[in-house]
């Protein structure tokens, strides 16, 4: 068990440009879930997969986010024409789907800087 | 919709003193709730979880948290701090019965811990 990993840690881009976070989460577990994190405040939830399928999605996620896990193994997390107030911590999350209640843990976080 | 209340923004204490960071939670049904902690940087770490059964329950590091329905409450507690817990803690509350798979996150209780 090595954890949940995310790619990169840290991303610094311009405004409008596009930018793509990975998501890996442990071995096994078939439910991953995507928050923001903005400073001084808890996790919010953006969406959440089961296997391959996107089963839930905050009004948080525009239409310039979207989220993919293919083959239900990873998952990415592209922001489209970035702007400014999406400056964040990106969190990672996945559980088991045996071990109810699904305790999620969590990655490292990938913090976005949008200049 | 399930909302979680840190009332206290931040707190100090001093190091070997005892702590109790309180959480109030909103949530007309059987609340599944959890205790996070988050150093500077770094992602979430569970501290402990309540489903169901004995109403305090114990975690790492020397964590236990009390479940008080009456009240709405889910406070931690630990009889001594030690320096290495100064960090960010977070509440949160699942709406499993729901079928939602999201976890709400109160906006955190930083702790300083003083020597």
């Known amino acids: 068990d090595t954890g949940v990993s995310q790619d990169p840690r840290h991303k610094i881009t311009k405004r409008g440009q596009n930018v793509t976070f990975r998501c890996d989460p442990i071995s096994e577990h078939n439910r991953l879930y995507w928050y923001r994190q903005t400073l001084g405040q808890g996790p919010e939830f953006l969406t959440y997969f089961q296997n391959e399928a996107q089963l839930e999605k905050s009004r948080l996620l525009s239409d310039r986010f979207s989220a993919e896990r293919p083959k239900g193994s990873f998952s990415t997390l592209e922001i489209q024409r970035t702007e400014q107030g999406d400056s964040a911590m990106y969190l990672c999350?996945?559980?088991?789907?045996?071990?109810?209640?699904?305790?999620?843990?969590f990655g490292p976080g990938t913090r976005l800087t949008v200049t | 919709a399930q909302s979680v209340t840190q009332p206290d923004i931040h707190i100090t204490v001093s190091e070997g003193a005892s702590l109790e960071l309180r959480c109030n939670y909103s949530?007309?049904?059987?609340?599944?709730l959890f205790w996070y902690v988050q150093s500077p940087g770094q992602g979430l770490q569970l501290l402990l979880k309540y489903f169901s059964g004995d109403t305090l329950v114990q975690g790492i590091k020397g964590f236990e948290a009390e479940f008080k329905r009456s009240q709405s409450s889910f406070n931690l507690r630990k009889p001594s701090v030690h320096w290495s817990d100064a960090a960010e803690y977070f509440c949160a509350v699942g709406a499993w019965d729901t079928g939602r798979r999201a976890l709400t996150f109160g906006s955190g209780t930083r702790l300083q811990v003083q020597p």
């Open positions: 949530y007309g049904a059987t609340p599944y």
């Open positions: 999350a996945s559980s088991s789907g045996t071990d109810y209640p699904y305790e999620q843990y």
